[in-house]
């Protein structure tokens, strides 16, 4: 298993949705970490910031530590939201 950084934009509407499926337990491959290997310092945490405040949509970002073969369903399934 290895930290990775996933990056998500979804529309404002969504991201409490999105953000509720990223720190529930039991999400599939997911599991957020308290601390961090020394290179990422931000591991574990989910970050909301506004790509650009002109448009209706938010970056989610964060370090999760997830099994490789499950990073591309992770994304995939994020990006139905």
Known sequence: MNWYQIEVIISREAQ??????LISKGSPGITIEDSSPPSLP????IIYSSRDPSRDS???EGY???EEKK???????????
């Open 16 to 21: 409490e949705t999105v953000g509720n499926y």
């Open 58 to 60: 938010v970056s989610i």
């Open 64 to 66: 999760f530590y997830i």
């Open 42 to 45: 931000k591991g574990g945490d």
């Open 71 to 81: 990073l591309d369903y992770i994304v995939r399934k994020l990006r139905d939201f």
